[in-house]
Antibody, heavy 123, light 106 residues
Framework: EVQLVESGGGLVQPGGCLRL?????????????MDWVRQAPGKGLEWVGR??????????EYAASVRGRFTISRDDSKSSLYLQMNSLNTEDTAVYYC??????????????WGQGTLVTVSS | DIQMTQSPSSLSASVGDRVTITCRAS??????LVWFQQKPGKAPKSLIY???NLQSGVSLRFRGSASGTDFTLTINSLQPEDVATYYC?????????FGGGTRVEI
């Protein structure tokens, strides 16, 4: 059974930083692209970014709203995904979901999801 | 970026009704579109992928279709367990973009 467990959320002041982690199990982590998706309280879903596999040089993609401030990384030896968030502002307050991507050669989308971790940016 | 305009933002229907939700893409996105169902306090669940393919284990009451840049999710014979918010997501181009969501009530 695929399991994704996010951790590291909490309260942080504007301008601060936070690192989220996502532990994966139930599948071969190194074989799959991974995404982060967020959801502000009472709002819709927003795709944050993606990291590809070693075969694609662990390349990344980001939403414009986080590019240059957030960094996605992974440690395949630990089956873990990370989201380093810098220069946080109140608009980054959200539940952050880790997701294992599904799909085929025509395209990939978030398929398996964790339960999410809440990040609150407030003074 | 591809903008996904989803409508309506909310709807109320009766048990047994047929419900239709639409997403319009601002530019061509092929058929790389997925529909999600999200219940309160839960992570989203994929219902339909590649615009019209039903995910394994999902009720046959859910159907997806596409026509050009317009995508439709149809729920046949609405059931109480279908109360949720539904989102479309295009995955044809980066950044991936979601529709604004449709809250379905009974």
């Amino acid at each position: 059974e695929v399991q994704l467990v996010e951790s590291g959320g909490g309260l942080v002041q504007p301008g601060g930083c936070l690192r989220l982690s996502c532990g994966a199990s139930g599948f071969t982590f190194s074989d799959h692209y991974m995404d982060w998706v967020r959801q502000a309280p009472g709002k819709g879903l927003e795709w944050v970014g993606r990291i590809r596999t070693k075969g694609y040089s662990y390349s990344t993609e980001y939403a414009a709203s986080v590019r240059g401030r957030f960094t996605i990384s992974r440690d395949d030896s630990k089956s873990s995904l990370y989201l380093q968030m810098n220069s946080l502002n109140t608009e980054d307050t959200a539940v952050y979901y880790c997701s294992r991507v599904g799909g085929d050669s025509s395209g990939f989308y978030p398929f398996y999801w964790g339960q999410g971790t809440l990040v609150t940016v407030s003074s | 970026d591809i903008q996904m305009t989803q409508s309506p933002s909310s709807l109320s229907a009766s048990v047994g009704d047929r419900v239709t939700i639409t997403c319009r893409a601002s530019q061509g996105s092929g058929n790389n579109l997925v529909w999600f169902q999200q219940k309160p306090g839960k992570a989203p669940k994929s219902l339909i992928y590649a615009a019209s393919n039903l995910q394994s284990g999902v009720s046959l009451r859910f159907r997806g279709s596409a026509s050009g840049t317009d995508f439709t999710l149809t729920i046949n014979s609405l059931q109480p367990e279908d109360v949720a918010t539904y989102y479309c997501l295009q995955y044809n181009a980066y950044p991936l973009t979601f529709g604004g969501g449709t809250r379905v009530e009974i």
